[in-house]
């Protein structure tokens, strides 16, 4: 692999990372079966030399300027380990991903008996979470090969890496939509420095006063396959997309919680910060990387109780997102303070409030099409079938919860990771019981049609 310079987006989640508030993902799935080692090892060589960005350090260069180039010592080796930890909890032995000394992926197999637990910790600038799943599934595709089963692999072209994160499409309809990003950063200007509620009053902005991260803490709710029908239902009942839907009853469930708590004033702006796949039909050839932007959805804490409202406008917003390209417009803002000196290296050090919680819509987690999906819909391996899913975004100074969510084998999960230093158990517990609350109120409505 040739020197890839880092993108804007790259750049900005490199220097997000701090020793608080690391900037990872964490991944736990859930098998009944067990996997062969060198078989398993041998799939993991042959994936990360198809995704060059698995096995690649930072560098820096001339005036400053970063560049992945691959690593002396190759890909992190896959770890295992024997007997789960008790209660099912998540392995402790997470370490700091210094992107400057190792690659940012890292693989935890935790054998116990008929039973494995794959944990996951990246590096968010190394991917997103589709491009982790897309590395998840060739793995088990190289896996099964290993072990005799006929199944093909995706047609990858590693020549796209050198445009990744670049605006889409050609230069008329880059010109085409300058005056809608010319727009874009006119209003995200004032709205990004608007003073952003957390979810509760003592979180902490700062490196300083925060204790180093912890445990991962996470709080799951499982719809089945009825219900899931039923949330379609609902969204095409009322004309809009499953994640309007879950938009909209997350607002709700913020309101609703904070009521509850005593928690802040009607004036508070809320804010929840929603990634946006900036992937295009021209990038499925693309090896795995990073093809997401952030948006942000504010709102006036009074205005949460106002379901057919709160709903009314996420199917908007989106709809301008959509049309008007919006999820390039913080990379735009990215661009211009990489204009003076350290500029997006400040920005991240910024003590404020970004996003009252992050809702994270991760889609099918494999295509309906793998070849590694059986009658019921779960990713089988010989000797290993995938059970469970749980998926942990980031949280940032302020931004004490991300809300994941995705759909595996008929079923909508839900996890939400949490930053156990500032909100309690019971707190989290409560919250995701008034959000699955607020989705069954929209399930309710399939059949009500109000």
């Given at each position: 692999m040739p020197r890839l310079?880092?993108?804007?987006?790259?750049?900005?989640?490199?220097?997000?990372?701090?020793?608080?508030?690391?900037?990872?993902m964490l991944g736990k799935l859930c098998f009944q079966g067990v996997f062969q080692r060198e078989p398993l090892e041998r799939a993991w060589a042959a994936t990360a030399r198809r995704h060059p960005l698995l096995a690649a350090v930072v560098r820096r260069g001339s005036f400053g300027r970063l560049y992945w180039e691959p690593a002396a010592g190759g890909p992190a080796p896959i770890e295992w380990r024997s007997g789960l930890a008790p209660g099912g909890s998540w392995p402790v032995e997470w370490v700091a991903l210094d992107l400057e000394k190792q690659p940012g992926l890292r693989w935890i197999i935790v054998a116990d008996g008929a039973t494995t637990d794959l944990f996951i910790q990246t590096h968010?600038?190394?991917l997103d979470g589709g491009a982790i799943f897309a590395v998840i599934h060739e793995m088990m595709l190289h896996y099964a090969r290993e072990l005799g089963q006929a199944v093909e692999l995706p047609e990858l072209r590693p020549e796209l890496l050198r445009t990744r994160g670049r605006l889409a499409g050609s230069l008329w309809e880059r010109l085409k939509f300058l005056p809608t990003h010319v727009a874009g950063l006119a209003l995200a200007w004032p709205i990004l420095r608007r003073e952003v509620a957390p979810l509760v009053p003592h979180c902490s902005a700062t490196d300083a006063d925060a204790p180093p991260f912890g445990l991962p803490a996470v709080v799951s709710r499982r719809f089945s396959p009825v219900d899931f029908k039923t949330i379609r239902a609902a969204a095409k009942c009322h004309g809009v997309s499953v994640n309007d839907l879950l938009t909209r009853d997350l607002f709700a469930a913020v309101g609703t919680w904070r009521v509850a708590h005593g928690i802040g004033t009607p004036l508070d702006w809320i804010r929840l910060g929603v990634p946006v796949s900036l992937r295009t039909h021209a990038d499925r050839h693309l090896p795995a990387s990073n093809a997401f932007?952030?948006?942000?959805?504010?709102?006036?804490?009074k205005s949460l109780a106002n379901r057919d409202r709160l709903l009314r406008r996420a199917r908007e917003d989106m709809e301008l997102v959509?049309?008007?390209?919006?999820?390039?417009?913080?990379?735009?803002?990215?661009?211009?303070?990489?204009?003076?000196?350290?500029?997006?290296?400040?920005y991240t050090r910024r003590l404020a409030c970004r996003a009252t919680l992050v809702l994270t819509n991760m889609g099918q987690f494999f295509s309906?099409?793998?070849?590694?999906?059986?009658?019921?819909?779960?990713?089988?391996?010989?000797?290993?079938?995938?059970?469970?899913?749980?998926?942990?975004?980031?949280?940032?100074?302020?931004?004490?919860?991300?809300?994941?969510?995705?759909?595996?084998?008929?079923r909508l999960h839900a996890d939400l990771h949490y930053d156990a230093r500032f909100l309690t158990a019971v707190q989290a517990?409560?919250?995701?019981?008034?959000?699955?609350q607020q989705v069954r109120l929209s399930m309710e409505s399939a059949t009500t049609g109000d």
């Open positions: 310079p880092l993108t804007l987006f790259e750049q900005y989640l490199l220097h997000d990372d701090r020793r608080a508030y690391p900037c990872w968010h600038a190394v932007s952030l948006v942000g959805l504010d709102r006036r804490a959509r049309k008007h390209r919006l999820g390039h417009t913080f990379l735009l803002l990215l661009g211009l303070h990489r204009l003076r000196p350290s500029g997006i290296f400040r309906p099409r793998s070849p590694l999906l059986d009658g019921t819909q779960r990713l089988a391996v010989p000797g290993a079938v995938l059970e469970d899913i749980q998926i942990g975004g980031l949280f940032r100074p302020a931004t004490c919860a991300t809300l994941a969510v995705g759909i595996y084998a008929g517990e409560n919250f995701m019981h008034t959000f699955e």
